[in-house]
């Protein structure tokens, strides 16, 4: 006979597979009608959407763990709004996708990819990219790095394999040398970041 504990875990696990299902739906949907899904829900909406499922994945493939913060906001905005951010000073044109700004929780993305990158599942990419600084920002990992830029090693791997397991276009993956250039401390003249991580 199951207890009551069973029969509420049991409830709590169905609630969550089914949560993810539905997600995964999306997920694929998206992947083969991007525009339907977003004016079904909203871009932003559907981000908002997935961003449990991504916070899972991130769990599942580093030693983050998620403790229950507000998830963050998510805001779309244009190139130039992204890089006046980023860049001291600030700059019209960048390559940058995304960012992370701790001070209001807030996830920023590009309301298109960048030069390097594609449209394949580009906003959950970098989604997938900025919640891991949003985690690192959460457990204190922001306080014990020697600079900001160290951030983006496990945001670069955590994008890689983001990639690889869901089978996105191979670009939206970070290029091995420039994710070493972005994330060593002493080069002075690549954004870091004048809000949160990138």
């Known amino acids: 006979m199951l207890s009551l504990h069973d029969l509420t875990h049991g409830k709590i696990k169905e609630e969550k597979l089914t949560s993810k299902l539905a997600i995964a739906l999306a997920i694929?949907?998206?992947a083969c009608h991007p525009v339907a899904a977003k004016e079904s829900w909203?871009?932003?909406n559907y981000l908002k959407a997935v961003t449990p499922n991504l916070i899972d994945f991130i769990e599942d493939n580093t030693l983050y763990e998620?403790?229950?913060w507000d998830y963050p906001e998510i805001v779309i905005q244009n190139q130039k709004d992204i890089c006046n951010v980023v860049y001291v000073p600030p700059r019209d044109e960048c390559d940058v996708a995304g960012y992370?700004?701790?001070n209001?929780?807030?996830i920023y993305i590009r309301d298109e990819p960048t030069q390097h990158m594609v449209e394949d599942r580009f906003f959950e990419v970098v989604l997938v990219h900025e919640l891991v600084h949003f985690l690192q920002w959460h457990d204190g990992t922001?306080?014990?790095v020697p600079c900001r830029k160290k951030l983006e090693e496990h945001a670069f791997e955590v994008q890689d394999k983001f990639v690889k397991a869901q089978g996105i276009d191979p670009q939206q993956a970070p290029d091995p040398l420039f994710s070493l250039l972005v994330s060593q401390c002493q080069d002075q003249g690549h954004p870091y970041f004048a809000p949160g991580g990138g």
Do not use: C, P, R
């Open 142 to 144: 922001y306080d014990i």
């Open 42 to 44: 909203g871009l932003v």
């Open 66 to 68: 998620y403790e229950g």
């Open 100 to 102: 992370y700004n701790e």
């Open 104 to 106: 209001n929780n807030t």
């Open 28 to 30: 694929m949907i998206s």
